[in-house]
């Protein structure tokens, strides 16, 4: 018995401790400086200066929108693209296909996916180029540094967690409930959006909240498609960090993110609890 | 099942406790650069002949300057890097936080050899030395842009619009270039708001954050002319482009790649031997022909061809680079990011 409990405690000291080395020691020393001075007294001047300050406030504003711009368009295109692939895809080399081809580009760095960007939107890109090409537009869009090329940005690199979720949760989805309820005389739509929809909501909330943290969070693709013309908080911390090497700051900056990020995925997850007889 | 994994414990453990003791001469040194093109060269450079004439290899520990100085601050106590490349800037920020030694001209004997200009000291102490210049000069399209560029303020002009480019604060030129155009214009460091005003009406497609972005700006045609440093935007001319690159009238701004021997290393007598490595006309030379540094030693000869690609173009010498007090520019870094962020990063 206590050697069965031994070898439990030793497999559990393993993650424990990397949870403790590479997760909470980080945290511990960023939320540390945060709280200080320089010179080590405790202080929450840095809150303050950012909390009173209203620039910092437009920021936030522009960070949370593009986060729930980004998982809003990713959820109306990723649930049907993840409807596709579980339901309607009946062969099924074409669907294994389509989940690789939905997945490989994961495998390669944030950074040259957005330079991919960059190429694509950019005054002579290819995305100019065929809006011309078609008539739909006499002069080049602006997409670069406009919110809009950052957010075409995020969604094409959150899309695959949104269609995996679902599509994991749809996969779920007992078929019996959706003959049952055809068979009472539900119309498709109606057997969608009683049965099918609420079933696969959990889901689709674990895709979205884990969209909206990696959008709001996002450093890389926004830095590189704002083109330096409009700032991201994500943006603000690593300013302090690598140019102006104010820890003190910059700590404080990162937890007042963390903080309104936990309250605003909270209070989404409250909102959309399904209600229990 | 537990006894081999122990006896494998105490091995490991034995050698690691013994070997340091063993070696008089290291077998290898670890030394931090950057990457890319930059970490090619030292290594072709500097690294690679300076195992070849004293056997000791050398281990590459790549990251950009700001990285390896957090690097260095973790390592205070029992340091694992002995030489280090850092920028100019951060290299006064790492003589602040007390990681860099010495270095001792009996042990660097080719620091005689070296600019003045290049030897950085504070008091008593050389914190640095320079191991070549580079520049932020005007880079431009030369199939889109009919006439060479004279004067930064030819990127004002109406037929650039939307097509300019030049260095945001995330950028380790970013601040400098700010109190560089305001040092043009005639403006005080103490008061940037005229400058602010002016790079305002700027009509930029982008502020660059990296060196890559600015180059994948030109290279696209999203930025037909701006800033740019020289290293990259003769990379890129040599790549093909038609991609040109002056010093204006003004002059252009520069700094230095710079080599520090690292507080406390083990491996003092290697690390000092590498530097002198570095400052021969032979490496000097090299990095001036492989990334068109400016040579911060005496007497380097290089091709013609490269001549004209070094960081103070075709007429200048290291005499006409706009080298600035990184210490003033350090203490106004906070106010020039803030205030680029109210004025400039947002719409």
């Known amino acids: 018995m206590?050697?069965?409990?031994?070898?439990?405690?030793?497999?559990?000291?393993?993650?424990?401790?990397?949870?403790?080395?590479?997760?909470?020691?980080?945290?511990?020393?960023?939320?540390?400086?945060?709280?200080?001075?320089?010179?080590?007294?405790?202080?929450?001047?840095?809150?303050?200066?950012?909390?009173?300050?209203?620039?910092?406030?437009?920021?936030?504003?522009?960070?949370?929108?593009?986060?729930?711009?980004?998982?809003?368009?990713?959820?109306?295109?990723?649930?049907?693209?993840?409807?596709?692939?579980?339901?309607?895809?009946?062969?099924?080399?074409?669907?294994?296909?389509?989940?690789?081809?939905?997945?490989?580009?994961?495998?390669?760095?944030?950074?040259?996916?957005?330079?991919?960007?960059?190429?694509?939107?950019?005054?002579?890109?290819?995305?100019?180029?065929?809006?011309?090409?078609?008539?739909?537009?006499?002069?080049?869009?602006?997409?670069?540094?406009?919110?809009?090329?950052?957010?075409?940005?995020?969604?094409?690199?959150?899309?695959?967690?949104?269609?995996?979720?679902?599509?994991?949760?749809?996969?779920?989805?007992?078929?019996?409930?959706?003959?049952?309820?055809?068979?009472?005389?539900?119309?498709?739509?109606?057997?969608?959006?009683?049965?099918?929809?609420?079933?696969?909501?959990?889901?689709?909330?674990?895709?979205?909240?884990?969209?909206?943290?990696?959008?709001?969070?996002?450093?890389?693709?926004?830095?590189?498609?704002?083109?330096?013309?409009?700032?991201?908080?994500?943006?603000?911390?690593?300013?302090?960090?690598?140019?102006?090497?104010?820890?003190?700051?910059?700590?404080?900056?990162?937890?007042?993110?963390?903080?309104?990020?936990?309250?605003?995925?909270?209070?989404?997850?409250?909102?959309?609890e399904p209600r229990r007889a | 099942m537990n006894r081999p994994v122990r006896l494998a414990t105490a091995m490991l453990a034995t050698t690691l406790l013994t070997a340091p003791a063993l070696a008089q001469q290291p077998a290898s040194i670890t030394v931090a650069w950057y990457g890319g093109n930059w970490g090619d060269a030292f290594r072709a450079c500097v690294a690679e002949p300076f195992t070849k004439a004293t056997g000791i290899a050398v281990k590459a520990e790549i990251g950009t300057s700001t990285v390896t100085l957090s690097k260095l601050q973790q390592q205070k106590a029992a340091p694992t890097i002995d030489v280090a490349w850092m920028d100019g800037g951060i290299s006064e920020l790492a003589l602040a936080a007390e990681v860099t030694d010495n270095l001792d001209a009996a042990a660097i004997p080719n620091l005689a050899n070296t600019l003045p200009e290049a030897i950085y000291k504070s008091g008593s102490t050389t914190y640095a030395v320079g191991t070549g210049y580079y520049s932020l000069g005007l880079t431009y399209n030369t199939q889109k842009v009919k006439t060479a560029p004279t004067s930064w303020n030819d990127l004002w002009k109406p037929e650039f619009e939307d097509a300019v480019t030049i260095p945001s604060p995330a950028n380790s030129a970013g601040v400098p270039f700010v109190m560089f155009l305001s040092k043009i214009w005639g403006g005080t460091p103490g008061d940037l708001a005229p400058t602010f005003k002016k790079i305002k009406e700027l009509k930029a497609a982008l502020f660059f954050d990296s060196s890559g972005a600015a180059t994948n700006a030109y290279q696209s045609g999203e930025a037909i002319i701006g800033a740019h440093f020289n290293v990259g935007a003769w990379d890129l001319a040599d790549k093909g482009l038609p991609i040109g690159f002056v010093v204006p009238k003004e002059g252009a701004w520069a700094t230095d790649a710079r080599l520090h021997l690292v507080k406390g290393t083990p491996k003092k007598d290697a690390a000092a031997k590498f530097i002198n490595q570095a400052l021969t006309p032979e490496a000097s030379g090299c990095l001036a022909e492989k990334l068109y540094l400016g040579p911060s030693v005496k007497n380097v000869v290089v091709k013609p061809e490269t001549a004209r690609k070094l960081p103070w173009g075709e007429t200048g010498s290291v005499k006409t680079l706009q080298v600035f007090d990184w210490t003033e520019i350090n203490t106004l870094r906070s106010g020039v990011v803030d205030a680029w962020n109210r004025e400039i990063a947002r719409k």
């Open chain 1, 2 to 272: 206590s050697g069965r409990l031994r070898t439990v405690l030793l497999l559990c000291a393993l993650p424990a401790a990397f949870f403790v080395a590479f997760f909470l020691a980080p945290m511990a020393v960023v939320l540390i400086a945060s709280l200080t001075t320089p010179d080590g007294h405790l202080t929450f001047a840095h809150y303050l200066r950012i909390l009173a300050d209203s620039y910092h406030w437009d920021v936030l504003w522009v960070t949370f929108r593009l986060g729930a711009l980004t998982t809003l368009v990713s959820v109306l295109i990723g649930y049907p693209l993840a409807w596709y692939l579980v339901r309607v895809v009946r062969w099924r080399p074409w669907r294994r296909f389509c989940v690789i081809l939905l997945i490989v580009p994961l495998f390669t760095s944030n950074i040259v996916r957005s330079f991919g960007w960059m190429v694509l939107l950019g005054r002579n890109g290819l995305v100019n180029d065929s809006l011309i090409g078609l008539g739909l537009i006499e002069r080049p869009m602006r997409f670069l540094g406009t919110e809009l090329g950052i957010l075409i940005g995020l969604v094409y690199i959150l899309l695959p967690f949104i269609v995996l979720a679902v599509g994991n949760a749809l996969a779920k989805v007992d078929p019996a409930l959706e003959h049952a309820a055809a068979d009472l005389g539900a119309t498709p739509a109606g057997t969608f959006w009683t049965i099918t929809f609420p079933l696969s909501l959990p889901g689709l909330m674990s895709g979205a909240v884990m969209v909206f943290m990696l959008a709001v969070s996002a450093y890389v693709t926004p830095a590189l498609l704002s083109g330096g013309r409009i700032t991201v908080f994500s943006m603000l911390i690593f300013q302090q960090y690598s140019s102006v090497f104010d820890f003190n700051y910059g700590g404080a900056l990162s937890i007042t993110m963390l903080v309104l990020t936990l309250v605003l995925v909270t209070l989404a997850g409250r909102l959309s």
